[in-house]
């Protein structure tokens, strides 16, 4: 069965500090990998996609990584601001480039609060 | 959350009761979808339909029903049957085609909080 694992479930930082945030999948075949983040009753709003073949993406104060042999990515957030308090929402797609058929298995979320 | 609408954002319902939520779309996408949000369990993938008559389900689509008539418009049924139905509900489009940045980027509505009392 596909599954998205994010860690940690919530954080807490000061502002201007920097933190990142993991996600560990187990999703195949894999296909794609979306950074989204959703402010509060907001929906969620994608923030970067990574490719098997792509390591890091920045957008940014945003870097996304992605390590496709152990499965896992991260999104790094430097010299965070208050309007990063937000849910951040990993989301793998699994199915083959291209095909019409593919699967969306969305992570639980982190809860980011950034304090003044 | 432009071009995608949903109404109401809230919504109450007595418990036994069907309830239907809607969603509109001016974006001419084919895809659409319905999630359910709980706090602390992220988004769940109801039904989904990837073009005008049909329409499949997803993760938890017992106590639910669509319908894809029109391309515009994809309407979420919450029936007496669903257990536990408070809750956020989120349609959303699935935007961008093969080789695009935005490929298979899902464009979230606003939402309907549905509350039954």
């Known amino acids: 069965k596909n599954q998205v694992e994010q860690s940690p479930q919530s954080l807490i930082i000061l502002e201007g500090k920097n933190c990142t945030l993991q996600?560990?999948?187990?999703?195949?075949?894999?296909?794609?990998l979306r950074w989204y983040k959703q402010d509060t009753g907001r929906g969620p709003v994608s923030l970067t996609i990574?490719?098997?073949?792509?390591n890091t993406k920045s957008n940014g104060r945003y870097t996304a990584t992605l390590d496709a042999d152990t499965k896992q990515s991260s999104l790094h957030i430097t010299a965070s601001q208050l309007s990063d308090s937000a849910s951040y929402i990993c989301?793998?797609?699994?199915?083959?480039?291209?095909?019409?058929?593919?699967?969306?298995?969305f992570g639980k979320g982190t809860k980011l609060s950034v304090i003044p | 959350d432009g071009g995608i609408t949903q109404s109401p954002k809230y919504l109450f319902r007595k418990e036994g009761q069907n309830v239907t939520l809607s969603c509109e779309q001016n974006?001419?996408?084919?895809?659409m979808y319905w999630y359910r949000q709980d706090p602390g369990q992220g988004l769940r993938l109801i039904y989904y339909?990837?073009?005008?008559?049909?329409?499949q389900k997803g993760d938890i689509a017992e106590g639910y029903s669509v319908s894809r008539e029109k391309k515009e418009s994809f309407p979420l049924t919450v029936t007496s049957a669903q257990k536990n139905p408070t809750a956020f509900y989120r349609c959303?489009?699935?935007?961008?085609?093969?080789?695009?940045?935005?490929?298979?980027?899902?464009?979230f509505g606003p939402g309907t909080r549905l509350t039954v009392l």
């Open positions: 959303a489009i699935s935007i961008g085609g093969w080789g695009s940045s935005t490929y298979n980027e899902q464009f």
């Open positions: 996600c560990n999948y187990t999703v195949s075949p894999f296909s794609n």
């Open positions: 990574m490719t098997f073949s792509e």
């Open positions: 989301v793998v797609r699994s199915g083959y480039s291209g095909a019409g058929s593919y699967q969306l298995t």
């Open positions: 974006l001419n996408h084919d895809a």
């Open positions: 339909s990837q073009i005008v008559n049909d329409f």
